[in-house]
Protein backbone atom coordinates (compact mmCIF):
# COMPACT_ATOMS: atom_id res chain seq x y z
CA UNK A 1 0.00 0.00 0.00
CA UNK A 2 1.58 3.62 -0.71
CA UNK A 3 -0.22 5.94 1.58
CA UNK A 4 1.44 8.73 -0.18
CA UNK A 5 2.33 10.10 3.58
CA UNK A 6 5.78 10.57 4.66
CA UNK A 7 7.33 8.90 7.42
CA UNK A 8 6.80 11.82 9.92
CA UNK A 9 2.95 12.22 9.17
CA UNK A 10 2.19 8.38 8.94
CA UNK A 11 3.87 7.95 12.72
CA UNK A 12 1.75 11.49 13.81
CA UNK A 13 -1.23 9.75 12.37
CA UNK A 14 -0.29 6.60 14.72
CA UNK A 15 0.43 9.34 17.66
CA UNK A 16 -2.96 11.06 17.06
CA UNK A 17 -6.24 9.03 17.00
CA UNK A 18 -5.76 6.37 15.09
CA UNK A 19 -4.01 4.09 17.25
CA UNK A 20 -6.02 5.45 20.88
CA UNK A 21 -8.61 2.52 22.01
CA UNK A 22 -12.04 3.66 21.34
CA UNK A 23 -14.72 4.06 23.86
CA UNK A 24 -15.69 0.55 22.83
CA UNK A 25 -12.07 -0.99 22.75
CA UNK A 26 -12.19 0.50 26.83
CA UNK A 27 -15.20 -1.34 27.55
CA UNK A 28 -15.39 -4.80 25.64
CA UNK A 29 -13.33 -7.25 26.74
CA UNK A 30 -11.23 -8.80 23.50
CA UNK A 31 -10.86 -12.45 22.20
CA UNK A 32 -7.81 -13.92 24.06
CA UNK A 33 -6.97 -17.62 23.71
CA UNK A 34 -4.36 -19.60 25.46
CA UNK A 35 -1.54 -21.40 24.34
CA UNK A 36 -2.24 -24.89 24.85
CA UNK A 37 1.11 -25.79 26.25
CA UNK A 38 1.28 -23.22 28.75
CA UNK A 39 -1.97 -21.37 29.36
CA UNK A 40 -0.11 -18.46 28.43
CA UNK A 41 -3.63 -16.08 27.19
CA UNK A 42 -2.40 -13.77 24.21
CA UNK A 43 -4.96 -11.50 21.99
CA UNK A 44 -6.26 -13.89 19.01
CA UNK A 45 -5.70 -10.85 16.65
CA UNK A 46 -1.98 -10.14 15.48
CA UNK A 47 0.21 -8.49 12.59
CA UNK A 48 1.88 -10.67 9.90
CA UNK A 49 4.73 -9.07 7.95
CA UNK A 50 5.18 -10.39 5.36
CA UNK A 51 6.06 -8.21 1.81
CA UNK A 52 4.80 -5.51 3.70
CA UNK A 53 7.32 -4.48 5.50
CA UNK A 54 10.28 -5.95 3.60
CA UNK A 55 12.57 -2.93 2.68
CA UNK A 56 14.41 -1.12 4.93
CA UNK A 57 13.54 2.55 4.07
CA UNK A 58 11.56 5.26 5.16
CA UNK A 59 7.96 4.79 3.91
CA UNK A 60 8.05 1.33 5.49
CA UNK A 61 9.17 2.58 8.68
CA UNK A 62 6.60 4.75 8.70
CA UNK A 63 3.86 2.11 7.93
CA UNK A 64 5.27 0.02 10.54
CA UNK A 65 5.43 2.64 13.26
CA UNK A 66 1.88 3.04 12.22
CA UNK A 67 0.72 0.03 12.01
CA UNK A 68 2.46 -1.25 15.27
CA UNK A 69 1.62 1.40 17.40
CA UNK A 70 -1.95 0.88 15.97
CA UNK A 71 -1.68 -3.17 16.79
CA UNK A 72 -0.57 -2.41 20.67
CA UNK A 73 -2.62 0.64 21.51
CA UNK A 74 -5.36 -1.33 20.61
CA UNK A 75 -5.03 -4.63 22.61
CA UNK A 76 -2.78 -6.49 20.40
CA UNK A 77 -0.04 -8.26 20.49
CA UNK A 78 1.02 -11.25 18.22
CA UNK A 79 3.67 -9.84 15.43
CA UNK A 80 4.45 -12.63 13.28
CA UNK A 81 7.97 -11.84 10.94
CA UNK A 82 10.88 -14.26 9.35
CA UNK A 83 14.17 -14.56 8.44
CA UNK A 84 13.46 -14.26 4.76
CA UNK A 85 10.84 -11.59 4.73
CA UNK A 86 13.17 -9.18 3.41
CA UNK A 87 13.99 -6.27 5.92
CA UNK A 88 11.30 -6.69 7.70
CA UNK A 89 13.12 -8.16 10.87
CA UNK A 90 14.78 -5.58 10.75
CA UNK A 91 11.94 -2.21 10.00
CA UNK A 92 9.96 -4.72 13.08
CA UNK A 93 13.13 -4.48 15.40
CA UNK A 94 13.84 -0.89 15.10
CA UNK A 95 10.59 0.51 15.45
CA UNK A 96 10.11 -2.11 18.68
CA UNK A 97 13.07 -0.19 20.16
CA UNK A 98 12.03 3.65 19.02
CA UNK A 99 8.79 2.96 20.60
CA UNK A 100 9.94 1.21 23.78
CA UNK A 101 7.04 -1.80 22.64
CA UNK A 102 9.63 -4.66 22.53
CA UNK A 103 7.75 -5.77 26.30
CA UNK A 104 4.36 -5.60 24.66
CA UNK A 105 4.96 -6.99 21.67
CA UNK A 106 4.60 -11.62 21.37
CA UNK A 107 7.36 -11.41 18.71
CA UNK A 108 7.63 -14.78 16.43
CA UNK A 109 9.71 -15.14 13.91
CA UNK A 110 11.18 -17.91 11.29
CA UNK A 111 14.12 -19.75 10.64
CA UNK A 112 14.64 -21.66 7.50
CA UNK A 113 17.07 -24.30 9.53
CA UNK A 114 18.52 -24.72 12.91
CA UNK A 115 21.45 -22.47 11.96
CA UNK A 116 23.08 -20.92 15.08
CA UNK A 117 24.24 -18.22 12.40
CA UNK A 118 20.85 -17.44 11.07
CA UNK A 119 19.38 -17.15 14.38
CA UNK A 120 22.02 -14.92 15.68
CA UNK A 121 21.33 -12.56 12.39
CA UNK A 122 17.99 -12.62 13.24
CA UNK A 123 18.18 -11.46 17.25
CA UNK A 124 20.63 -8.64 15.87
CA UNK A 125 17.69 -7.43 13.46
CA UNK A 126 15.24 -7.88 16.04
CA UNK A 127 17.39 -5.53 18.70
CA UNK A 128 16.44 -8.52 21.10
CA UNK A 129 18.00 -11.19 22.91
CA UNK A 130 14.88 -13.30 23.06
CA UNK A 131 12.11 -13.90 20.70
CA UNK A 132 8.87 -15.41 21.93
CA UNK A 133 8.14 -17.93 19.65
CA UNK A 134 10.86 -19.51 17.00
CA UNK A 135 9.43 -21.10 13.80
CA UNK A 136 10.96 -23.66 11.89
CA UNK A 137 9.87 -22.03 8.38
CA UNK A 138 8.11 -23.93 5.82
CA UNK A 139 8.82 -28.02 6.80
CA UNK A 140 8.57 -29.93 3.70
CA UNK A 141 10.07 -33.25 5.06
CA UNK A 142 8.78 -35.73 7.17
CA UNK A 143 11.82 -36.50 9.23
CA UNK A 144 12.76 -32.68 10.36
CA UNK A 145 13.67 -32.35 13.83
CA UNK A 146 13.06 -29.44 16.60
CA UNK A 147 15.68 -31.02 18.46
CA UNK A 148 17.89 -27.37 18.20
CA UNK A 149 14.97 -25.05 18.67
CA UNK A 150 13.83 -27.20 22.01
CA UNK A 151 17.64 -26.37 23.08
CA UNK A 152 17.60 -23.08 22.35
CA UNK A 153 13.85 -22.91 24.27
CA UNK A 154 15.88 -24.54 26.59
CA UNK A 155 18.45 -22.06 27.00
CA UNK A 156 15.72 -19.19 27.05
CA UNK A 157 16.63 -18.40 23.66
CA UNK A 158 13.02 -18.42 22.79
CA UNK A 159 10.18 -19.38 25.03
CA UNK A 160 7.35 -21.31 22.21
CA UNK A 161 8.75 -23.66 19.43
CA UNK A 162 6.75 -24.06 16.13
CA UNK A 163 7.00 -25.79 12.82
CA UNK A 164 5.30 -23.17 9.70
CA UNK A 165 3.94 -24.40 6.07
CA UNK A 166 1.49 -22.59 3.20
CA UNK A 167 2.59 -25.46 0.77
CA UNK A 168 -0.55 -27.60 0.65
CA UNK A 169 1.80 -30.24 -1.14
CA UNK A 170 3.99 -30.20 2.42
CA UNK A 171 1.14 -30.89 4.77
CA UNK A 172 1.60 -34.15 5.60
CA UNK A 173 5.14 -33.63 6.32
CA UNK A 174 3.53 -30.77 8.41
CA UNK A 175 1.31 -33.21 10.02
CA UNK A 176 4.51 -36.10 10.58
CA UNK A 177 6.35 -32.93 12.39
CA UNK A 178 3.78 -31.78 14.08
CA UNK A 179 2.29 -35.67 15.76
CA UNK A 180 6.25 -36.21 16.31
CA UNK A 181 8.23 -33.28 17.66
CA UNK A 182 4.84 -31.66 19.37
CA UNK A 183 5.95 -28.44 18.81
CA UNK A 184 4.11 -25.25 21.23
CA UNK A 185 2.52 -23.96 17.58
CA UNK A 186 1.86 -25.05 13.43
CA UNK A 187 1.33 -21.86 11.42
CA UNK A 188 -0.69 -22.98 8.42
CA UNK A 189 -2.33 -21.39 5.29
CA UNK A 190 -6.13 -21.38 6.33
CA UNK A 191 -8.78 -18.62 4.89
CA UNK A 192 -12.45 -18.74 4.27
CA UNK A 193 -12.11 -20.21 0.78
CA UNK A 194 -8.93 -22.29 1.58
CA UNK A 195 -9.79 -24.81 4.46
CA UNK A 196 -7.67 -28.02 3.64
CA UNK A 197 -6.05 -27.17 7.53
CA UNK A 198 -9.35 -28.33 8.49
CA UNK A 199 -8.96 -31.84 7.60
CA UNK A 200 -5.48 -32.77 8.89
CA UNK A 201 -4.05 -29.86 10.39
CA UNK A 202 -6.14 -28.41 12.64
CA UNK A 203 -6.97 -31.96 14.51
CA UNK A 204 -3.45 -32.61 14.70
CA UNK A 205 -2.66 -29.57 16.45
CA UNK A 206 -5.40 -30.38 19.21
CA UNK A 207 -4.86 -33.94 19.41
CA UNK A 208 -0.69 -32.69 20.31
CA UNK A 209 -2.21 -29.56 21.89
CA UNK A 210 -0.19 -26.92 19.77
CA UNK A 211 -1.61 -23.36 18.96
CA UNK A 212 -2.48 -22.49 15.89
CA UNK A 213 -1.52 -19.44 13.87
CA UNK A 214 -3.34 -18.67 10.35
CA UNK A 215 -1.09 -17.17 7.64
CA UNK A 216 -2.52 -15.61 4.82
CA UNK A 217 -5.81 -15.00 6.26
CA UNK A 218 -7.37 -12.87 3.39
CA UNK A 219 -5.62 -15.05 1.25
CA UNK A 220 -2.93 -11.96 0.44
CA UNK A 221 -5.85 -9.76 -0.67
CA UNK A 222 -7.68 -12.48 -2.41
CA UNK A 223 -10.85 -12.61 -0.10
CA UNK A 224 -11.59 -8.87 -0.36
CA UNK A 225 -11.52 -8.82 -4.47
CA UNK A 226 -13.98 -11.61 -4.38
CA UNK A 227 -16.35 -9.74 -2.44
CA UNK A 228 -15.57 -5.86 -4.31
CA UNK A 229 -18.34 -3.64 -4.58
CA UNK A 230 -20.74 -5.94 -1.96
CA UNK A 231 -21.61 -5.19 1.74
CA UNK A 232 -21.83 -7.16 4.49
CA UNK A 233 -24.88 -9.16 4.28
CA UNK A 234 -27.49 -8.59 6.79
CA UNK A 235 -27.34 -12.30 8.45
CA UNK A 236 -23.88 -11.89 9.56
CA UNK A 237 -24.30 -8.04 10.76
CA UNK A 238 -24.36 -8.94 14.40
CA UNK A 239 -21.01 -10.46 14.64
CA UNK A 240 -19.05 -8.70 11.52
CA UNK A 241 -18.62 -4.98 10.76
CA UNK A 242 -16.64 -5.24 7.87
CA UNK A 243 -15.14 -7.74 5.61
CA UNK A 244 -12.29 -8.01 7.59
CA UNK A 245 -13.94 -8.96 10.51
CA UNK A 246 -16.26 -11.26 8.78
CA UNK A 247 -12.86 -13.15 7.16
CA UNK A 248 -11.53 -13.57 10.04
CA UNK A 249 -14.52 -13.91 12.53
CA UNK A 250 -14.88 -16.90 10.27
CA UNK A 251 -11.21 -18.18 11.60
CA UNK A 252 -11.91 -17.43 14.98
CA UNK A 253 -15.22 -18.96 15.35
CA UNK A 254 -12.77 -22.25 15.69
CA UNK A 255 -11.58 -23.15 19.03
CA UNK A 256 -8.60 -24.80 17.79
CA UNK A 257 -7.11 -21.35 16.45
CA UNK A 258 -4.93 -19.46 18.86
CA UNK A 259 -4.04 -15.97 16.79
CA UNK A 260 -4.75 -14.52 13.12
CA UNK A 261 -2.14 -13.23 12.04
CA UNK A 262 -3.73 -10.47 8.89
CA UNK A 263 -1.05 -8.29 7.15
CA UNK A 264 -1.64 -4.44 7.02
CA UNK A 265 0.47 -1.36 6.01
CA UNK A 266 -2.57 0.78 7.08
CA UNK A 267 -3.16 1.29 10.36
CA UNK A 268 -6.97 1.97 9.69
CA UNK A 269 -7.22 -2.18 9.06
CA UNK A 270 -5.13 -2.66 11.77
CA UNK A 271 -7.76 -1.60 13.72
CA UNK A 272 -10.61 -2.90 11.61
CA UNK A 273 -8.70 -6.18 11.83
CA UNK A 274 -8.34 -5.85 15.68
CA UNK A 275 -12.09 -5.34 15.75
CA UNK A 276 -12.56 -9.49 15.28
CA UNK A 277 -11.28 -9.66 18.85
CA UNK A 278 -14.59 -7.45 20.11
CA UNK A 279 -18.60 -9.03 19.89
CA UNK A 280 -19.45 -12.59 19.41
CA UNK A 281 -18.03 -15.19 16.78
CA UNK A 282 -20.46 -16.94 14.36
CA UNK A 283 -21.42 -20.26 15.61
CA UNK A 284 -21.18 -23.21 13.52
CA UNK A 285 -24.27 -22.73 11.39
CA UNK A 286 -23.47 -19.17 10.90
CA UNK A 287 -19.79 -20.63 9.84
CA UNK A 288 -20.97 -23.17 7.51
CA UNK A 289 -23.44 -20.32 5.97
CA UNK A 290 -19.94 -18.05 5.68
CA UNK A 291 -18.62 -21.00 3.42
CA UNK A 292 -21.44 -21.33 1.27
CA UNK A 293 -21.80 -17.63 0.56
CA UNK A 294 -17.87 -17.48 -0.75
CA UNK A 295 -18.27 -20.43 -2.17
CA UNK A 296 -21.31 -19.15 -4.52
CA UNK A 297 -18.80 -15.72 -5.36
N1 LIG B 1 5.07 -20.21 5.49
C1 LIG B 1 4.68 -19.27 6.31
O1 LIG B 1 4.95 -19.38 7.47
C2 LIG B 1 3.92 -18.05 5.83
C3 LIG B 1 3.67 -17.86 4.46
C4 LIG B 1 2.94 -16.74 4.08
C5 LIG B 1 2.50 -15.82 5.04
N2 LIG B 1 2.79 -16.00 6.36
C6 LIG B 1 2.36 -15.03 7.41
O2 LIG B 1 0.99 -14.69 7.20
C7 LIG B 1 0.89 -13.27 7.23
C8 LIG B 1 -0.32 -12.78 6.48
O3 LIG B 1 -0.14 -13.04 5.09
P1 LIG B 1 -0.19 -11.87 3.98
O4 LIG B 1 0.08 -10.57 4.64
O5 LIG B 1 0.69 -12.27 2.85
O6 LIG B 1 -1.69 -11.98 3.45
P2 LIG B 1 -3.14 -11.71 4.11
O7 LIG B 1 -3.00 -11.35 5.54
O8 LIG B 1 -3.99 -12.85 3.74
O9 LIG B 1 -3.64 -10.45 3.27
C9 LIG B 1 -2.97 -9.23 3.32
C10 LIG B 1 -3.70 -8.26 2.39
O10 LIG B 1 -4.95 -7.89 2.96
C11 LIG B 1 -5.06 -6.47 3.01
N3 LIG B 1 -5.78 -6.12 4.25
C12 LIG B 1 -5.40 -6.41 5.54
N4 LIG B 1 -6.34 -6.01 6.41
C13 LIG B 1 -7.34 -5.45 5.67
C14 LIG B 1 -8.58 -4.86 6.00
N5 LIG B 1 -9.02 -4.78 7.27
N6 LIG B 1 -9.35 -4.37 5.00
C15 LIG B 1 -8.93 -4.46 3.71
N7 LIG B 1 -7.77 -5.01 3.33
C16 LIG B 1 -6.98 -5.51 4.30
C17 LIG B 1 -3.65 -5.96 3.01
O11 LIG B 1 -3.59 -4.68 2.40
P3 LIG B 1 -3.24 -3.32 3.26
O12 LIG B 1 -1.77 -3.34 3.48
O13 LIG B 1 -3.73 -2.24 2.36
O14 LIG B 1 -4.03 -3.41 4.53
C18 LIG B 1 -2.92 -6.98 2.15
O15 LIG B 1 -3.05 -6.67 0.78
C19 LIG B 1 2.22 -12.82 6.62
O16 LIG B 1 2.45 -11.44 6.81
C20 LIG B 1 3.16 -13.74 7.34
O17 LIG B 1 3.42 -13.22 8.62
C21 LIG B 1 3.48 -17.13 6.78
Known sequence: MNTGLTRRELVALAGASLVAPSALAQTEPLLMRSIPSSGERVPAVGLGTA???DRDDETTRGKAAAV???LVANGGRIVDTASTYGDAELVVGVEMANAGLRDKIFIATKLESPDAAELKRSLTRLKTTKVDLLQLHNVEKRNQ????FKEWKAQGICRYVGITSTFHRDFPAVEAVL???KPDFVQIDYSLDVRDAEKH???A????KAGVLTALP??????FSAVHGQTVPDWASGFAESWGQFFLKY???DPRVTAVIPGTGDPKHMIDNIGAMRGRLPDEKERAKMVSFVEAL
Open 145 to 148: SLAR
Open 179 to 181: RRE
Open 205 to 208: AADV
Open 51 to 53: RIF
Open 201 to 203: ILP
Open 218 to 223: FGRGRL
Open 251 to 253: LLG
Open 68 to 70: IQA
